[in-house]
């Protein structure tokens, strides 16, 4: 099993094989993606107590999930990088990082415009709140500290670094 995760790893296998897997899992994911919404966005019924602002929820908590979990593969990513020096781990790590800050944001922003009208404000200093803000300035500090160096097997470790330490 282990030479088969060898082979997979190799960058040039695994752009030979998304290569061929990518076309396929597309319909499949605009479909579902598309009528997951429509059912949410649209056919959901409204709250007794929320009323219509409840289907930001349906937004806002897979994104606030998807934040967090994909910080979770990026830290991962970054250790399985430094312990087995797997170039595509350092790859994941780095495409992982924008798309962890978009669902971030995204999930601030649904949060703040759910929470208008249910709290009467914004924002509030709640700890979920607070630790996602921060879980946005992490995803940004890596992104940073990725791009900062030259040498790009320094940029690798240092940002993976940061990942875990901050995991």
């Given at each position: 099993m282990w030479?088969?995760?060898?082979?997979?790893?190799s960058p040039q296998?695994?752009?030979?094989?998304?290569?061929?897997?990518?076309?396929?899992?597309m319909i499949p994911f605009v479909t579902l993606s598309l009528a997951g919404l429509y059912w949410a966005l649209v056919v959901s019924p409204?709250?007794?107590?929320?009323?219509?602002?409840?289907?930001?929820?349906y937004v806002h908590v897979p994104a606030a999930w998807m934040s967090l979990f994909i910080y979770v593969v990026m830290a991962t990513?970054?250790?399985?990088?430094?312990?087995?020096q797997i170039k595509l781990a350092f790859v994941v790590a780095k495409v992982s990082a924008p798309i962890g800050a978009a669902f971030t944001l995204l999930a601030l922003i649904t949060g703040s415009i759910w929470g208008k009208p249910m709290?009467?404000?914004?924002?509030?200093?709640?700890?979920?709140?607070t630790s996602e803000l921060i879980l946005l300035f992490l995803y940004l500090a890596y992104m940073s500290l990725n791009n900062a160096f030259d040498?790009?097997?320094?940029?690798?470790?240092?940002?993976?670094?940061?990942?875990?330490?901050d995991w």
């Open positions: 030479k088969w995760i060898q082979a997979f790893a296998n695994f752009y030979q094989s998304s290569a061929k897997i990518i076309p396929w899992m409204a709250d007794y107590q929320q009323g219509e602002s409840v289907r930001i929820m990513a970054g250790a399985i990088g430094l312990i087995w709290w009467g404000t914004w924002w509030v200093w709640d700890a979920r709140l040498n790009p097997k320094t940029a690798n470790k240092a940002s993976a670094i940061l990942a875990i330490v």
